[in-house]
């Protein structure tokens, strides 16, 4: 079946401007993540989804980023006034389950979107 | 705040040759060790480790997860080119943190 997929694959924006970033995620999973991968870092965390339940914004940096989930399927990032340390690649994953560690709870990641804030 | 730390961070070998990766790891409560590839783009899942001492085994990859020494070692054996990328360690279940990674870049 279709992995999870997202949208731009590139996007290149001045600083100041707001983007939106979309992640469409495997059909039928309940689970969805935003993470985001900076040149020499690690993969971060920034918020998750799970059914119906209210969201972990623990990991969002600052107030211009925010993210939404409709219908429990898709999801879009918001980043607001955009600023060059925002320049990165976001990654979206989503699983089956959430909140165990058995086969079936794994993230599945999509593609990424290169943000470029110049 | 868990912390995973990953190591060599990059190594070059030579194609037949046998690597081993290590990731090691602090964290409060231990929930799953998990290992992705990285070539391009998207991460590809690997293994997901809960238990200490069994190995877990896909092809000429193989992991295992030491809970006492808090580590888990990736292993890829007979090593082709299709095996060059970045190796990503994560720990958690919802919010995994993820080590730097291991850039493994493989010659013929």
């Known amino acids: 079946g279709a992995g999870v997929s997202q949208s731009p694959s590139n996007k290149v924006t001045e600083k100041g401007k707001d983007v939106e970033l979309r992640c469409d995620p495997i059909?039928?999973?309940?689970?969805l993540y935003w993470y985001r991968q900076s040149l020499g870092q690690g993969l971060e965390f920034l918020i998750y989804?799970?059914?119906?339940?209210?969201?972990?914004k623990s990991g969002l940096p600052s107030d211009r980023f925010s993210a939404e989930r409709t219908g429990g399927s898709v999801s879009t990032l918001t980043i607001q006034r955009t600023q060059q340390e925002d320049s990165a690649v976001y990654l979206c994953?989503?699983?089956?389950?959430?909140?165990?560690?058995?086969?079936?709870?794994?993230?599945?990641f999509g593609p990424g979107t290169r943000l470029t804030v110049t | 705040e868990d912390k995973v730390v990953q190591s060599p961070l990059s190594l070059v070998v030579h194609e037949g040759d046998t690597v081993t990766l290590n990731c090691s790891y602090e964290?409060?409560?231990?929930?799953?060790l998990l290992w992705y590839k990285q070539e391009k783009k998207a991460p590809t899942f690997l293994f997901m480790l809960?238990?200490?001492?069994i190995e877990k085994k896909s092809g000429r990859l193989s992991s295992i997860l030491d809970k006492k020494e808090l580590f888990s070692i990736l292993n890829i054996t007979a090593t082709q080119t299709g095996d060059s990328a970045i190796y990503l360690c994560?720990?958690?279940?919802?919010?995994?943190?993820f080590g730097k990674g291991n850039q493994v870049v493989v010659i013929p």
């Open positions: 989804f799970q059914g119906n339940s209210a969201p972990d």
């Open positions: 809960t238990s200490s001492g």
């Open positions: 059909s039928g999973h309940t689970a």
């Open positions: 994953a989503s699983s089956l389950l959430a909140g165990g560690f058995i086969l079936g709870y794994e993230q599945y």
């Open positions: 964290v409060t409560n231990f929930r799953s």
């Open positions: 994560a720990h958690g279940n919802n919010r995994l943190a």
